[in-house]
């Protein structure tokens, strides 16, 4: 039997203005889909993701949505004008006593239902907005990066939540390892063209390759047949102009599809310079700490990072990776302990803040204003690795245009931002590189080339990321910071810190290219075991049990009133629909009763243990 889509596109087209985003794009999402959503920056996922949700309404084509089908879009910036607090926010579409889902997400996604919308930073809100939708549990789930502004240990609660969901559900992610888990079918935005294949995103960069390397193959062999139909048509067509019109006008076309085929956009033209080396040893700390007021951050922390390695620091939001940095890098002082720098060191820093870009300035002026690559005299030129460079060149080497480059960067996508202040820091020589999240709002392919060029960069590399993946790739040593002052030096990327740590078994793989040996004076974590974690009720858990009887009863009353309208034996042949559907809603409505009833007992004997 045919399953009824969840959502159906036909023929698409959509313009803003200019040339064409969509062209008649057709596509359909099924029941229990589990697709990821990709393309490079600008390509068009967010607005074709808006167009499935109804927000965005396109030119020509339709949009099928099968009646009772419930469709939920995460918002990039919600609109939370009268809600007072996030929880507010979250719950606005939720029955009467369903808070608790989204004080559970709100636990998972680490944000305070309680914080008022005023004082709530964008990240926070983004958060509610995501536990919102997750809350609701429609029957298909728009996601436009929902691991923005998300910890390591937030996505890993995202990522089961969605593994267990019957709900379908579309994702735009850069993150690798999120996408690789959860996805077994991939749309490709390429070109305003959208293919589909049936495998999820593991298997898209093999596809894509292949299907450039065809499309490579045909335009060489139309280039090869213009060239030789145009020899032809020099060399012959005097002496046979009337019977080789046909053949002349066959040229004209191959000529106007040449001239249509829209050019893939390469990659961004990034380079690093290391410059000078700097000396064997870069930074040592010894027995440093840190606490602001009764917070403690760090707690007697030592390490010595030699040239070449590449330091990963990992841990949740809030635990002070950016603060170790900066006590590394002699911008904040120890409490107690000394930190010493090696010689020669040049230091370039990668703000996950964007603080160094003026929203206000436009692009131009946001490189040539910058004092390190202000060329005297010269108010279109920008000194670029110790060299003159045309502004506009230079902003083309990171995929920008030239209408742009006159644009405020206030207009700019978090991908572009992302591009404007590499562009900067890639601008001078460095041996230092301290990246502070630069992989948030990066497309794959850039991600790649900065793997790459990070790889090959002969300086030291200081790193703080919550992509498991491009960890992987880059890191050499990982700085695990655990909460209560602890921080933990592991050998490799993440997964080799998490198999250290006995969380998943240990790879038999060998270290891969660019993977350096390291050699660290941090002291070995404390080896006595860890003490065993009470069985407290969590501040959720505590809500559940107390909103669990309302939820009980309102079960029964509604279970009763289906048994009286049942108790009528006429109603199978009065009204067989009524009874089909009272029967099924019974069916459900038990169910649910048996699993809050069960929820209630485990939880009232955990209360029990822990008081």
Same mark, same amino acid.
């Given at each position: 039997?045919?399953?009824?889509?969840?959502?159906?596109?036909?023929?698409?087209?959509?313009?803003?203005?200019?040339?064409?985003?969509?062209?008649?794009?057709?596509?359909?999402?099924?029941?229990?889909?589990?697709?990821?959503?990709?393309? !490079?920056?600008?390509?068009?996922?967010?607005?074709?993701?808006?167009?499935?949700?109804?927000?965005?309404?396109?030119?020509?084509?339709?949009?099928?949505?099968?009646?009772?089908?419930?469709?939920?879009?995460?918002?990039?910036?919600?609109?939370?004008?009268?809600?007072?607090?996030?929880?507010?926010?979250?719950?606005?579409?939720?029955?009467?006593?369903?808070?608790?889902?989204?004080?559970?997400?709100?636990?998972?996604?680490?944000?305070?239902?309680?914080?008022?919308?005023?004082?709530?930073?964008?990240?926070?809100?983004?958060?509610?907005?995501?536990?919102?939708?997750?809350?609701?549990?429609?029957?298909?789930?728009?996601?436009?990066?929902?691991?923005?502004?998300?910890?390591?240990?937030?996505?890993?609660?995202?990522?089961?939540?969605?593994?267990?969901?019957?709900?379908?559900?579309?994702?735009?992610?850069?993150? !690798?390892?999120?996408?690789?888990?959860?996805?077994?079918?991939?749309?490709?935005?390429?070109?305003?063209?959208?293919?589909?294949?049936?495998?999820?995103?593991?298997?898209?960069?093999?596809?894509?390759?292949?299907?450039?390397?065809?499309?490579?193959?045909?335009?060489?062999?139309?280039?090869?047949?213009?060239?030789?139909?145009?020899?032809?048509?020099?060399?012959? %067509?005097?002496?046979?102009?009337?019977?080789?019109?046909? !053949?002349?006008?066959?040229?004209?076309?191959? !000529?106007?599809?040449?001239?249509?085929?829209?050019?893939?956009?390469?990659?961004?033209?990034?380079?690093?310079?290391?410059?000078?080396?700097?000396?064997?040893?870069?930074?040592?700390?010894?027995? %440093?700490?840190?606490?602001?007021?009764?917070?403690?951050?760090?707690?007697?922390?030592?390490?010595? %990072?030699?040239?070449?390695?590449?330091?990963?620091?990992?841990?949740?939001?809030?635990?002070?990776?950016?603060?170790?940095?900066?006590?590394?890098?002699?911008?904040?002082?120890?409490?107690?302990?000394?930190?010493?720098?090696?010689?020669?060191?040049?230091?370039?820093?990668?703000?996950?803040?964007?603080?160094?870009?003026?929203?206000?300035?436009?692009?131009?002026?946001?490189?040539?204003?910058?004092?390190?690559?202000?060329?005297?005299?010269?108010?279109?030129?920008?000194?670029?690795?110790?060299?003159?460079?045309?502004?506009?060149?230079?902003?083309?080497?990171?995929?920008?245009?030239?209408?742009?480059?006159?644009?405020?960067?206030?207009?700019?996508?978090?991908?572009?931002?992302?591009?404007?202040?590499?562009?900067?820091?890639?601008?001078?020589?460095?041996?230092?590189?301290?990246?502070?999240?630069?992989?948030?709002?990066?497309?794959?392919?850039?991600?790649?080339?900065?793997?790459?060029?990070?790889?090959?960069?002969?300086?030291?590399?200081?790193?703080?990321?919550?992509?498991?993946?491009?960890?992987?790739?880059?890191?050499?040593?990982?700085?695990?910071?655990?909460?209560?002052?602890?921080?933990?030096?592991?050998?490799?990327?993440?997964?080799?810190?998490?198999?250290?740590?006995?969380?998943?078994? &240990?790879?038999?793989?060998?270290?891969?290219?660019?993977?350096?040996?390291?050699?660290?004076?941090?002291?070995?974590?404390?080896?006595?075991?860890?003490?065993?974690?009470?069985?407290?009720?969590?501040?959720?858990?505590?809500?559940?049990?107390?909103?669990?009887?309302?939820?009980?009863?309102?079960?029964?009353?509604? %279970?009763?009133?289906?048994?009286?309208?049942?108790?009528?034996?006429?109603?199978?042949?009065? &009204?067989?629909?009524?009874?089909?559907?009272?029967?099924?809603?019974?069916?459900?409505?038990?169910?649910?009763?048996?699993?809050?009833?069960?929820?209630?007992?485990?939880?009232?004997?955990?209360?029990?243990?822990?008081?």
């Amino acid at each position: 039997m045919a399953r009824i889509p969840l959502l159906q596109l036909s023929d698409i087209s959509l313009t803003f203005g200019g040339d064409p985003i969509f062209d008649k794009v057709s596509l359909v999402v099924q029941p229990g889909d589990r697709v990821a959503l990709v393309g !490079r920056n600008g390509s068009g996922k967010s607005t074709l993701m808006k167009v499935m949700a109804g927000l965005v309404e396109a030119d020509s084509g339709d949009r099928v949505i099968p009646p009772g089908t419930s469709v939920g879009y995460m918002e990039q910036h919600p609109d939370m004008s009268g809600f007072s607090t996030l929880g507010e926010f979250a719950s606005s579409a939720l029955e009467p006593g369903e808070m608790y889902r989204v004080e559970m997400a709100a636990e998972g996604l680490k944000f305070d239902p309680a914080m008022p919308v005023a004082t709530a930073s964008g990240g926070e809100r983004r958060r509610a907005a995501l536990a919102k939708l997750m809350a609701e549990a429609p029957d298909l789930m728009l996601l436009d990066e929902p691991t923005n502004h998300l910890d390591i240990e937030a996505i890993a609660w995202l990522e089961a939540e969605l593994k267990q969901t019957r709900a379908g559900f579309v994702l735009i992610s850069h993150d !690798r390892a999120f996408l690789r888990e959860l996805t077994r079918a991939t749309l490709w935005i390429d070109r305003g063209i959208v293919r589909r294949q049936e495998k999820g995103f593991g298997d898209f960069e093999a596809w894509r390759d292949k299907v450039w390397d065809e499309e490579d193959q045909a335009r060489h062999k139309l280039n090869r047949k213009i060239k030789a139909e145009a020899r032809w048509a020099v060399e012959g %067509i005097s002496a046979r102009r009337k019977r080789n019109q046909g !053949r002349v006008r066959a040229l004209q076309d191959m !000529r106007a599809e040449r001239a249509a085929q829209i050019r893939r956009q390469g990659t961004a033209a990034m380079a690093l310079d290391a410059g000078p080396k700097s000396g064997k040893k870069v930074i040592e700390a010894k027995g %440093i700490s840190k606490a602001y007021g009764d917070n403690l951050i760090l707690r007697d922390f030592s390490i010595r %990072i030699q040239r070449g390695e590449r330091v990963a620091f990992v841990g949740p939001n809030g635990v002070g990776k950016t603060t170790l940095l900066k006590l590394l890098m002699k911008e904040v002082e120890p409490d107690q302990g000394t930190v010493q720098h090696g010689t020669n060191l040049i230091p370039a820093v990668f703000d996950q803040s964007r603080a160094k870009l003026d929203p206000e300035m436009t692009l131009w002026d946001s490189l040539t204003g910058d004092k390190d690559m202000r060329v005297s005299g010269q108010a279109d030129q920008v000194m670029v690795r110790g060299q003159p460079r045309h502004v506009v060149g230079y902003l083309k080497d990171f995929l920008f245009d030239e209408r742009q480059a006159r644009a405020p960067v206030k207009s700019l996508s978090g991908g572009e931002k992302a591009r404007l202040l590499l562009a900067k820091l890639m601008a001078r020589e460095s041996n230092l590189l301290v990246l502070d999240e630069p992989t948030n709002d990066l497309d794959i392919e850039t991600l790649d080339l900065l793997q790459e060029l990070l790889d090959d960069f002969d300086g030291t590399v200081l790193l703080v990321s919550h992509d498991r993946d491009f960890l992987d790739r880059v890191a050499t040593t990982t700085i695990a910071m655990e909460g209560d002052g602890r921080a933990t030096v592991y050998a490799g990327g993440w997964s080799d810190y998490r198999a250290q740590r006995g969380d998943v078994p &240990e790879r038999a793989s060998l270290p891969g290219p660019g993977k350096k040996q390291v050699k660290s004076d941090a002291k070995e974590a404390d080896a006595k075991p860890r003490k065993p974690v009470r069985p407290g009720l969590s501040f959720t858990e505590k809500h559940r049990l107390e909103a669990l009887p309302e939820e009980i009863g309102k079960l029964e009353a509604e %279970i009763s009133k289906l048994e009286e309208l049942m108790a009528d034996p006429d109603l199978f042949t009065r &009204e067989p629909v009524k009874f089909r559907k009272a029967s099924e809603a019974l069916s459900t409505r038990q169910a649910a009763l048996q699993q809050a009833e069960d929820e209630w007992l485990m939880l009232a004997e955990k209360a029990e243990t822990d008081g």
